[in-house]
């Protein structure tokens, strides 16, 4: 008898605490996905002032008049998550309109790559993720 109610007890834990980590890996993998998305814009911001690729995973992209339009990121790793993903935190960029990220992703886990649009009037545009 007094077995029966350990195991019941043990059960009983477990129980709750599935959903409690389940919750707390989907944090996890945002924290972790809001990581790589800072990283690719470091990346595109180094690119974008030096006007250089950094490496083979960066690709700045200029006008005919010699002037950054775009930088892409490639390699960006995208966690996932299980419903739509926002920015309530507010921890990524200020200066960088991200709608785009949330719309090609889908939330779905993956390599993408980033593009990042640079406007005349100092505003950076994710315009777009593909996924790799």
Do not use: H
């Not at 834990?13 to 990283?39: H, W």
């Not at 299980?82 to 785009?100: F, H, I, M, R």
């Amino acid at each position: 008898m007094e077995m029966l109610i350990v195991v019941a007890i043990i059960a009983v834990l477990i129980a709750i605490a599935i959903p409690v980590f389940t919750t707390q890996l989907e944090k996890s993998r945002d924290t972790t996905s809001i990581a790589n998305v800072r990283s690719a814009y470091a990346q595109a911001q180094a690119s974008y002032l030096s006007e250089v690729g950094g490496n083979g995973d960066v690709k700045v992209n200029k006008d005919a008049n010699n002037k950054v339009t775009s930088v892409e990121v490639a390699n960006v790793k995208f966690e996932g998550v299980q419903s739509g993903w926002s920015d309530a935190n507010k921890e990524l960029p200020n200066n960088v309109t991200w709608t785009a990220l949330t719309d090609d992703l889908g939330g779905g886990a993956g390599i993408y790559t980033l593009t990042f649009t640079y406007g005349n009037d100092g505003a950076i545009t994710l315009s777009g993720a593909v996924k790799a």
